[in-house]
């Protein structure tokens, strides 16, 4: 039976590759933006930047990683081959992540962020394809589905452990030191994946390239029909007066894209009829449909960590905070400055701003009050000017992001202290999902090996709407939360914030690894790479719509209705899939069983 099969053996070696890759490359992501605006007058000194300015990075950063692979698989496809690709992919991302520990220096720090977004490209979308190669033999084939969700956990490993350390390294030794762990991460990764490569032969046979055929785009002339349009492209987009998409690096990217769009529909259109013309046509409309994933998918690091750190109860007490004051090392919030300067890039004056909190957002009430004396800057003029001069005078004091009923309940002098509370920090909700990845895995994982002994298995396709579907369930779950606690004026419990990490988390797992999956079978042979490398390009680009999403946050008074939308966008890619689906199990039946 299928369920007693055994996975190739090369699962494993690939398995804890990626974990390690992922661990770098989530350490970073995590600490990343922190590192940014943290003042150079702090502790441990980071940029200055302005919330505005690193989030424009970030964004550009976030979707060119996930861009290069489009190149990185082509590269691949036509010269390297997958092993060298992937060893040297992890050779710049560990040279980056080490590259950002370096102090004081700017020109490291982008250079360091070039580093990784190259070997990102380079390492991603070929270890995917390579593993899809290892269940190409007919006696791993029908795991192949589940070999992917495996290989997805071990991504989610990584993902949940850095936070922790990233914290620790930080907040002990400073930004280098976690810098360089995710550096180190890495290596470990490429040592491991050497030693694989020498115990477990598959791989090697695994990395047989495809010659291209006679009318296929020899190399030496794609820089002159893709990569050089794709910048020339870039650089009008940068340089076009004013802005079309919100900032300079987003008319960038998306002029980028273009010539890219236009290269994955030439090789669909130059395909072959017969055999490859369908499979091509199935995989760009899903990546089409998913890029509405990743876009609502994505606001965790942006939308959901602003709910997390303003408008969920956070507070830690008893056992617990004993716990996490042993892992971390807590500032002083009096030697904390309130008032610091801030630099733009080119050491220019940009004013002030307040300070940074500790690592516990410690309440003190030297925080700023509203524009009226003693009106909370959480509460509007018109909410103030509908109290009574005794509850205006109860709220007086209170911090902008503690609730009306959190300040009640403390006592006289508690509100004297300036109302301290411990919270655990936020950067670590971004381990709640890859938490539920690794524990939910095994249980996606058997629920379809159940269903494939009952021949009720969905195809990947299916799969992948599944995801879809419940993907919008989970926008539903947070709205409720959203509902329930005012829209803000009260704390929302943490377990909405499980809530709708758990339920998301089960999309996930039906659609992201189900992607890759699909990728490996449907795409031709000879193309297998760069057809991974555009479903990295549909997460870039959902990535960048993310963040233009994720910049709505404020417009939205009532924040259910923020949530709304990402449910009904979710819902809309939903029913636009299911349209197609009887196209799609065609495809699949016809080209792949």
């Not at 922190?34 to 000194?45: C, V």
């Not at 870039?234 to 802005?243: K, Q, S």
Request: hydrophobic share 50%; aromatic share 14%.
């Amino acid at each position: 039976m299928a369920s007693k099969q055994k996975h190739p053996k090369g699962l494993m070696i690939l398995f804890f590759t990626e974990m390690w890759e992922r661990f770098g490359y989530y350490l970073m992501l995590g600490i990343f933006s922190l590192y940014m605006i943290e003042p150079s007058t702090a502790k441990f000194a980071g940029l200055g930047f302005t919330n505005m300015h690193a989030a424009d990075i970030y964004g550009t950063y976030l979707a060119l990683v996930y861009l290069t692979p489009f190149f990185g698989g082509l590269i691949a496809d036509r010269i390297l081959g997958y092993r060298k690709s992937i060893i040297i992919g992890g050779l710049l991302m560990a040279s980056g992540y080490i590259g950002l520990a370096i102090p004081d220096s700017m020109g490291a720090f982008y250079i360091s962020l070039l580093l990784i977004i190259l070997g990102n490209g380079m390492f991603k979308p070929n270890v995917s394809v390579l593993l899809g190669k290892l269940y190409e033999k007919p006696e791993f084939e029908s795991l192949k589905d589940s070999g992917y969700n495996i290989f997805y956990m071990g991504i989610n490993i990584g993902a949940f452990v850095c936070n922790f350390v990233a914290a620790y390294l930080r907040l002990t030794y400073g930004w280098g030191w976690a810098f360089a762990a995710a550096g180190i991460g890495m290596l470990i990764g490429v040592v491991w994946f050497l030693v694989g490569l020498a115990r477990v032969p598959s791989i090697k046979e695994a990395d047989k390239i495809s010659p291209a055929r006679p009318s296929d785009i020899p190399m030496s002339r794609l820089f002159t029909v893709l990569f050089l349009p794709a910048l020339a492209a870039a650089l009008i987009g940068w340089f076009i007066p004013d802005n079309m998409f919100g900032s300079d690096s987003n008319d960038a990217f998306i002029f980028f894209c273009i010539p890219v769009l236009i290269f994955y529909f030439t090789t669909w259109k130059t395909a072959d009829k017969k055999t490859e013309r369908e499979p091509i046509a199935a995989l760009l409309a899903v990546f089409g449909v998913v890029i509405i994933f990743w876009a609502v998918f994505h606001q965790n690091g942006s939308a959901l960590t602003y709910w997390a750190k303003n408008n969920t109860s956070r507070e830690v007490s008893g056992i617990t905070e004993k716990v996490m004051n042993l892992v971390a090392k807590t500032e002083d919030v009096s030697t904390v400055p309130r008032e610091i300067k801030v630099q733009g890039l080119h050491g220019e004056d940009l004013g002030t701003r307040q300070g940074p909190n500790p690592y516990f957002d410690n309440y003190t009430k030297e925080l700023p009050k509203g524009n009226l004396i003693g009106q909370p800057s959480d509460i509007s003029d018109k909410e103030w000017e509908k109290l009574s001069d005794q509850e205006r005078k109860e709220l007086e004091g209170k911090p902008s992001d503690m609730t009306v009923s959190e300040w009640k309940a403390l006592t006289a002098a508690q509100k004297e202290e300036g109302g301290k509370l411990n919270l655990w920090p936020t950067e670590l909700q971004a381990s709640i999902n890859p938490g539920f990845v690794v524990l939910l895995t095994p249980l996606v994982v058997g629920v379809f090996a159940w269903l494939r002994r009952r021949k009720k298995e969905p195809t990947t396709p299916g799969k992948i709407a599944w995801g879809m579907l419940i993907s919008a369930l989970s926008w539903l779950v947070i709205m409720v939360g959203a509902i329930v606690s005012a829209n803000g004026l009260d704390k929302a419990s943490v377990a909405w914030l499980f809530g709708v990490y758990g339920v998301i988390t089960i999309g996930e797992l039906c659609l992201s690894p189900m992607g890759l999956s699909l990728v490996s079978k449907l795409a031709p042979k000879r193309i297998a790479a760069l057809m991974m490398g555009g479903w990295f390009l549909s997460t870039a680009i959902g990535n960048k719509l993310s963040g233009v999403l994720s910049g709505l946050w404020d417009l939205f008074e009532k924040k259910s209705y923020f949530f709304l939308t990402n449910a009904v966008l979710t819902a809309a890619a939903f029913l636009l899939i299911v349209f197609l689906m009887p196209w799609l199990k065609r495809v699949y039946n016809q080209y792949v069983d």
